[in-house]
């Protein structure tokens, strides 16, 4: 697909640049290609800079607020005569941590990315709007969502928030969040399940929030979780039998902290073991691997935090009791 666009009429007797791509469609850590052609209007003109610009915009009610984070100069010096032809080529390189625009074979909402072309010409700067890119998941990302889709996860939306998070490979102040509704197994205990998947050359890092209900024996609060994998490993898995897993995992070692009941989902816990490096766990190999590494990068809720005051308050009152028995 080509698409082409009017970016800048600078009154020079309709001198006009127009950019090309050549495929709208592509992924994190691809390279865009295309051109960008300039027609000479009737003098001539000299251009300072051609720069491409890949911005995000994340949508607020009707309104979208673009925020830019890439750009790749494309030319600069340019002497264009009148009536002059000149078409640059450019290849610009998708960053990895590209938020996603598709994914399930369709659009996500909410979430727009788009290629700006900005020119200089006699000190005054031109900026055209955004051709619109369409961005789809690296095969570990589309892995995720799709094995969460078959455990009966329901994506509710997307969306691009501020912020970085821990142990992860992040470029930018923004990630890309993705916000599920809890299978009919989980529905009973978690809210909701919110994941990132932060790519990097080497493979992808998930950081995982469920928002986990409370009831009668326990509190509720925020779990937090993560792995990582190679993108390698994207099809030697079984995605949803892993992520079903380690989900059950995470939650189960929640259970036990909080002295909660297990729901009749089997007792696969395991001690609780130092890593380094953030808070993800290594995910690679065999099915059995990737558990055991899940399992082991857990990391407790935020609300574990204040397990121990509550804890030390339960003991002084229970002191404070004794000694008035005594008395």
Do not use: C
Request: aromatic fraction near 8%.
């Amino acid at each position: 697909m080509v698409f082409k666009r009017l970016l800048a009429a600078f009154g020079i007797g309709g001198l006009s640049i127009d950019t090309v791509v050549e495929n709208p469609h592509t992924r994190p850590g691809s390279a865009l290609e295309g051109r960008v052609e300039l027609s000479g209007g009737d003098g001539d003109a000299e251009i300072a800079e051609i720069v491409l610009a890949l911005v995000v915009s994340a949508q607020d009610g009707d309104e979208h607020e673009g925020v830019e984070f890439a750009r790749v100069p494309v030319a600069s010096g340019v002497r264009l005569a009148a009536g002059e032809t000149l078409s640059v080529p450019f290849a610009f390189g998708i960053p990895w941590q590209t938020p996603l625009t598709e994914a399930g074979g369709g659009p996500l909402p909410g979430v727009l990315v788009g290629l700006r072309t900005e020119v200089v010409v006699d000190g005054a700067s031109d900026k055209g709007d955004l051709d619109r890119l369409h961005v789809h998941p690296l095969p570990v990302q589309e892995r995720v969502l799709e094995g969460l889709a078959q455990l009966g996860f329901g994506l509710g939306s997307t969306g691009v928030e501020g912020g970085y998070l821990a142990g992860t490979a992040q470029e930018y102040p923004f990630f890309q969040e993705f916000e599920f509704h809890p299978s009919e197994r989980y529905a009973h205990e978690i809210g909701e399940v919110e994941i990132a998947l932060v790519p990097d050359p080497e493979g992808v890092s998930a950081v995982v929030e469920f928002d986990r209900r409370g009831g009668m024996f326990s509190e509720g609060g925020e779990v937090h979780s993560g792995f990582r994998v190679g993108h390698d490993d994207a099809d030697r898995l079984d995605w949803a039998g892993t992520l079903d897993s380690w989900i059950e995992e995470s939650l189960g070692r929640h259970r036990e902290l909080f002295g909660g009941q297990h729901h009749g989902y089997g007792e696969r816990y395991h001690e609780e073991e130092e890593r380094g490096g953030g808070m993800l766990g290594v995910v690679g190999g065999a099915a059995a691997g990737v558990v055991g590494g899940l399992a082991a990068g857990y990391v407790v809720s935020e609300v574990v935090d204040g397990i121990g005051e509550d804890s030390d308050g339960e003991e002084q009152a229970e002191e404070e009791e004794e000694e008035s028995d005594e008395e």
